[in-house]
């Protein structure tokens, strides 16, 4: 099946609904897009929404925001899966050390025990080589300064060196038009998640949509299968994938 443009997707699912453009607006169906692909999102890990990112730490600053929108062409950070702290504060070159990750109750009670004091310590308390990093969210959009953030124990002392290994919400099709990973790799899946919402919106019939919500979770292992699979995996390390066959008896 061949991938989909915006336009080849919402002239199938006009044609497998029946239903024309008075009723199912661009609008309309790109509510039914962006949705599906939020679902499809969230219902396996794709390789293709894992990012890195670099930057310097900012000395006495204990913060650091998440990537947002417009980093590597994406939206905002849904979670972060790593960060490597190097000792050089021009470049990414040699050995990192890889922050532990631990909650702000944590970082907190640490501080405390290196200052030896009770009460509401901050980062800034105690400067050195970063060690723990814990999310505090506040998350109020998209951008670089509104995904959210993190703080990082002890604040650092430097400007040293960091990557952020983060996982960014999906490109969306009805934006980028021409295609996106989802309606490129997985276009039977993205067209049977949207033709669920659309049977959904329709309100039945009841069977044509329990027909394709099937059909997409048919579609759903077969990726997955493929994304945690396959593409976890290489034959130098894991060997070649086989399936036991039994032999008749001679």
Known sequence: ???????????????????DSTVFSGAVL???????ENRIFY???????????E??????????????????????????????????????????????????????EYVNRLTGTEGANTGQDVTGFPKYYAMFGGATGTSSTTSGGLYVAPTPDASYRFRIYYTMMPQTLVTNTSGTYVSQYFPQGLLYCCLT????????????????????????????GVQIGRRRRDDYTDGTVRIPIKSPSP
């Open 1 to 19: 099946m061949a991938g989909y443009t915006l336009s080849a997707l919402e002239a199938d699912i006009r044609l497998y609904t029946e239903v």
């Open 30 to 36: 790109g509510r039914f897009i962006e949705n599906a």
């Open 197 to 224: 919402e659309a049977f959904g919106y329709l309100k039945g019939p009841m069977d044509m949509l329990t027909l394709y919500e099937g059909k997409y979770k048919q579609e759903v292992q077969k990726f997955a």
């Open 55 to 108: 930057g310097n730490l900012a000395v006495d600053d204990n913060t650091i925001n998440v990537p947002g929108l417009g980093t590597k062409g994406s939206t905002g950070t849904v979670f972060v899966r790593g960060i490597e702290v190097f000792e050089s504060t021009a470049n990414t070159e040699g050995e990192g050390t890889w922050l532990q990750k631990k909650d702000q109750t944590y970082l907190s």
């Open 43 to 53: 219902d396996l890990p794709t390789d293709a929404y894992r990012y890195v990112s």
